[in-house]
């Protein structure tokens, strides 16, 4: 009796290995040729703050339900405070003490859940919430994003959202005796350059 469950086991352990998986996941590499701006405005102009010597070493998870035509992305980049440039030494210095770079060295943009529709088309639009980590505080926001397949082989996840200082309890930065003052509005904006591993 033994043997004969022994066999109805494994015989069981089998089939249910042959049964497809109503899931399929996959892994992309972001890319160290990756960018993540930030940029604002003040009461004279507009700023760019840029991230330079991203390691690239960050992946993106999508997993893939056939059945129900769509897929799920999510994953992390973690970014480095202090290689954020703002293309002038004075406003570079600001921006890194607004987000208190000494203190908190790392800006994080999570991925909770990007709905992937219809996949296997050329570009498509991916909806769901992403995680900011800025100074420290750590905020929710709904975002829009764009997956882009592109004819060279490279494919890319594009997309912005407009925070405020204030949403991680942080002061516009204030210069020159109040004559410079920064708009609490500011907009992430990223391009990942995405490898399939």
Not at 85 to 92: H, L
Not at 113 to 132: A, C, H, Y
Request: hydrophobic share 40%; charged share 25%.
């Amino acid at each position: 009796m033994k043997t004969l469950a022994m066999s109805w086991t494994v015989f069981a352990m089998i089939l249910i290995g042959s049964i497809p998986a109503d899931k399929k996941e996959s892994q992309w590499l972001v890319s160290d040729k990756s960018v993540v701006e930030i940029l604002g405005k003040t009461n004279i102009n507009s700023f760019e703050c840029q991230s330079f010597n991203y390691s690239g070493n960050d992946i993106l998870t999508e997993v893939l339900f056939p059945e129900k035509n769509h897929a799920v992305w999510s994953g992390e980049i973690v970014l480095s405070s202090e290689n954020f440039d703002c293309f002038n030494r004075i406003m570079t210095k600001d921006f890194h003490q607004t987000v208190k770079a000494e203190e908190h060295p790392q800006i994080r943009v999570r991925f909770l859940d990007l709905i992937r529709k219809n996949p296997n088309t050329p570009q498509e639009s991916l909806n769901g919430n992403v995680e900011i980590t800025l100074a420290g505080v750590c905020r929710r926001f709904p975002i829009s994003c764009d997956l882009k397949f592109e004819k060279n082989g490279k494919t890319r996840l594009l997309g912005s959202q407009t925070v405020t200082f204030s949403d991680f309890q942080i002061d516009p930065p204030v210069k020159f005796l109040g004559t410079v003052k920064v708009q609490n509005e500011i907009s992430v904006r990223f391009g990942l350059v995405l490898e399939e591993i």
